[in-house]
């Protein structure tokens, strides 16, 4: 068997903005992916959906499994001739014991390669407006892990680190906040140096804690403070309120889901992403084309015969032209038939190809769009329409009362999915999760089947269109509905809520 290879993948501090193009790449390609409790949703969301899921946890003072146990895993996997992704929190080399893992594959012969990742060191101090480099305050930045073993002494030479008179960034070092701060004013540090403790930083949970050397330990008791999180050191601090600018965008501190399928999803995410938002990237459902085209194909060969084409979603978009492409034409073959859409996406997935519509409605849903199209034809029009399995029957309705022969034709469905790595109940329970961004009733409807027993009311729901909030209500959600059925006019309703909260 043909030898597999792997690859340890930095995967940063959280934001999934912060995980590089190349490590993207290796784990779009990955036939199993090994990963950690401090990888960022953002990025678990993005491991495609037929790969092995190996999870080892490593946490502190929490590991499902043993350092040697996932040196060994790596190495069976990649016997197996996989191609292996270890995916790692931060930087795979920077306390992520990536040299150990390394060693076993080196023994055995197996490819590897490293892809580093942008380190919390220096993005959640970043994040939190604190320069860990300044000249006017330091010029050395020094990266030190906190953990220590149970029952042993701390291996580190403090005195040395305040010699230094640089910054100081303490990793893994929560529950050791007292022994850090004691040992630093033991080696001569002045207890007035500032210090901030900064916690899930680059993440919509992200906080900072700023006070000095001698008082953090006191104000992280007073204010409370979760894992992971990082202890900065240094003068660098003070600037924290004035170079903060995370918390000044209009998301910041939200996280949303989004549930629309993978296919639509960027545009959605990217935009509240600008905003500050954490997006959870989870689609409710995913559409598939139907198995028997023959009705379309038959539409196909008397394209001729109709005077429009009605499109009801993005996705009837690209299953129609992927199948006329298939089937040996091409848009030559439409001719003089009109096109009408029922939005924005859709009207942008024509234009993508080459074409115009004809026409949109002045509200973009299926019965607008059935009853406005009805009343600028004059009967007897040839009308198809190739769209989801259930579609809106009022659409077909309206068109048939002014006299139109509707070619109602099923061509794709829609199949409900739901996360196999992020618990997305428990984050609601959890209210970890500001708010839900559905844009059908159907993303509603297979939000729900993969959250069964979830209390509804704990969901706020930002909805695109009247039978999208209906579907949310019905199930107990607080929704709310976006002023025009556009992405652009869902994240203003986004941005209203966090406001109005």
């Known amino acids: 068997m043909k030898t597999g290879k792997v690859w340890l993948v930095g995967a940063g501090p959280g934001d999934i903005g912060l995980f590089t193009l190349k490590g993207l790449q290796v784990l779009k390609k990955a036939d199993v992916v090994v990963y950690d409790s401090l990888v960022g949703q953002g990025v678990l969301s993005q491991i495609p959906a037929d790969v092995k899921l190996i999870n080892v946890g490593k946490r502190a003072s ?291 190809r080459g074409i115009m519509a004809d026409f949109m409605p002045s509200v973009y849903d299926g019965d607008t769009l059935g009853k406005e199209l009805a009343g600028i034809l004059s009967g007897g029009e040839k009308i198809l329409i190739p769209r989801a399995e259930k579609g809106n029957e009022n659409l077909t309705a309206f068109l048939k009362e002014a006299g139109a022969k509707v070619e109602d034709i099923p061509t794709y469905q829609t199949v409900y999915e739901m996360s196999q790595l992020i618990d997305e109940k428990k984050e609601f329970e959890n209210g970890e999760i500001s708010c839900a961004v559905f844009t059908s009733a159907s993303t509603v409807k297979g939000f729900v089947e993969g959250t069964k027993g979830l209390d509804y009311s704990k969901v706020t729901a930002a909805c695109i269109g009247k039978q999208t909030k209906a579907a949310a209500e019905s199930f107990g959600m607080k929704a709310y509905m976006s002023e025009k059925a556009t992405i652009d006019s869902l994240v203003k309703l986004v941005e209203d809520m966090k406001r109005s909260e």
């Open 62 to 352: 929490h590991h499902i499994m043993r350092q040697e146990n996932i040196n060994q895993v790596l190495l069976e996997e990649a016997q197996k001739g996989y191609r292996v992704v270890r995916l790692k929190g931060g930087d795979p080399f920077l306390f992520g014991r990536g040299g150990e893992e390394l060693e076993l594959l080196e023994e055995n012969g197996i490819p590897y390669e490293v892809v580093p990742g942008v380190t919390s060191s220096i993005a959640v101090p970043a994040y939190n407006g604190i320069p860990v480099t300044h000249r006017d305050f330091c010029s050395s930045v020094h990266i030190i892990t906190g953990h220590k073993r149970a029952g042993k002494e701390y291996d580190i030479d403090f005195r040395a680190l305040v010699n230094t008179k640089g910054t100081l960034v303490f990793l893994m070092g929560v529950s050791a906040l007292p022994d850090i701060c004691a040992g630093l004013m033991n080696a001569g540090m002045d207890k007035n140096m500032p210090a901030a403790i900064l916690q899930k930083g680059t993440t919509a949970g992200q906080k900072r804690i700023v006070a000095t050397v001698s008082t953090l330990e006191e104000e992280v008791a007073r204010q409370g403070i979760e894992t992971p999180a990082i202890i900065v050191v240094g003068k660098v601090c003070t600037l924290a309120e004035k170079f903060g600018w995370y918390e000044k965008l209009p998301l910041a501190g939200w996280k949303v889901l989004v549930t629309r399928p993978k296919e639509l999803i960027s545009r959605t995410a990217d935009k509240l992403r600008e905003k500050g938002a954490e997006v959870l990237e989870l689609p409710a459902i995913r559409t598939v084309p139907v198995e028997d085209q023959s009705g379309l194909h038959a539409a196909f060969d008397k394209l001729e015969a109709f005077q429009w084409i009605v499109f009801t979603s993005p996705t009837g978009v690209r299953v129609f032209f992927d199948e006329l492409i298939s089937y040996g034409k091409d848009i030559r073959a439409l001719g003089t038939v009109r096109l009408a859409a029922i939005g924005e996406g859709t009207k942008k997935a024509l234009r993508e």
